[in-house]
């Protein structure tokens, strides 16, 4: 079957843009699934905070009861809170929010890196859809010429 020079660079052209097309979709999913995970990874941003903070105040909490706990000790065996004894206690309650806002700053430096991979996740789904349109351009182009070049030689033979 024969198809006259009309007909083929139609064909041509109309694979071309298809082809094109092709490329701007794919792209257009390479920027969705990046958006998608990036905002997974901004998800996880907020959940390393909020568990750091749960976790730190879980912390606050076990050595308040310590020192509780020591206080009612002390008033057993009749020592009075004061000097020696309330020193303990008091270093005791600065070590512990000393090791709540460690825990902090660890879920803090967490989310700092959910956060870069986030950013990072989105870019690289905005260059692929950028690139595709390069793609879809050259495509179109390359494909035009040979459409053209195809007809000029089909025209010449007749």
Do not use: H, W
Not at 29 to 36: H, I, K, S, T
Not at 78 to 104: C, K, M, Y
Request: glycine residues 10%; aromatic residues 6%; neutral net charge.
């Amino acid at each position: 079957m024969c198809f006259g020079p009309e007909v083929t660079m139609a064909l041509s052209v109309l694979s071309t843009a298809a082809s094109a097309l092709g490329s701007v979709r794919q792209g257009q999913a390479a920027r969705q699934a990046g958006d998608y995970n990036a905002a997974i990874q901004r998800n996880q941003a907020i959940a390393a905070q909020q568990k750091a903070e749960f976790d730190a105040d879980r912390e606050r909490q076990r050595s308040a009861s310590q020192r509780a706990a020591a206080r009612v000790g002390f008033a057993k065996g009749g020592v009075a809170i004061e000097g020696t004894p309330l020193l303990v206690l008091s270093q005791d309650a600065e070590q512990a929010e000393l090791d709540a806002q460690a825990i902090i700053y660890g879920g803090d430096v967490s989310a700092a890196g959910f956060r870069s991979q986030a950013e990072l996740t989105g870019m690289e789904g905005r260059a692929a859809e950028k690139a595709s349109y390069s793609e879809a351009g050259s495509t179109l182009l390359t494909g035009l010429g040979s459409a053209s070049s195809l007809y000029s030689k089909s025209r010449k033979k007749d």
